[in-house]
Nanobody
Framework: QVQLQESGPGLVKPSQTLSLTCTVS??????????WSWIRQSPGKGLEWIGY???????YYSPSLKSRTSISRDTSKNQFILQLGSVTPEDTAVYYC???????????????WGQGTQVTVSS
C-alpha cells in the first residue's frame, strides 16, 4: 500500500520560496499512469489543487499559481518536490501531497494522501 509523507519548514518569511518534499513508499513515482499532486487548504477555505508531476516527469500547474510554482522529482529517492516562490501570508495553509489516478473521463481522483504539513508565512 502506497504511503506519502510531507516534509519541510513550517515557517517561511514573506517573499521567500516555500519548499516541501513528499516521500513516497510502497510504490514508485515512475509507475504508469500515476500523477503526483500537491494540494493545500488555507484556514477557513476549501482544498486548492496546486499542480502535479506525472509518471513521466511531465508537470501541470493551476493557472492561478503557475507563475510561482515548480514541481520536480528525485527518482533515486522516490520523492517529488514543491517550490512556491514569492510567498505571502495568503499562502499560509496545510499542504498535502497525494497520488492521483486521474483520467480524461474521471478528472482528478486522489486515492492516497499524506497527513499534511502546516506552513505559515510570517515575518
Amino acid at each position: 500500500q502506497v504511503q506519502l509523507q510531507e516534509s519541510g519548514p513550517g515557517l517561511v518569511k514573506p517573499s521567500q520560496t516555500l519548499s516541501l518534499t513528499c516521500t513516497v513508499s510502497g510504490g514508485s513515482i515512475t509507475t504508469n499512469y500515476y500523477f503526483w499532486s500537491w494540494i493545500r487548504q488555507s484556514p477557513g477555505k476549501g482544498l486548492e489543487w496546486i499542480g502535479y508531476i506525472d509518471y513521466s516527469g511531465t508537470t501541470y500547474y493551476s493557472p492561478s499559481l503557475k507563475s510561482r510554482t515548480s514541481i520536480s522529482r528525485d527518482t533515486s529517492k522516490n520523492q517529488f518536490i514543491l517550490q512556491l516562490g514569492s510567498v505571502t501570508p495568503e499562502d499560509t495553509a496545510v499542504y498535502y501531497c497525494a497520488r492521483d489516478q486521474r483520467t480524461v473521463e474521471t478528472g482528478a481522483n486522489f486515492d492516497s494522501w499524506g497527513q499534511g504539513t502546516q506552513v505559515t508565512v510570517s515575518s
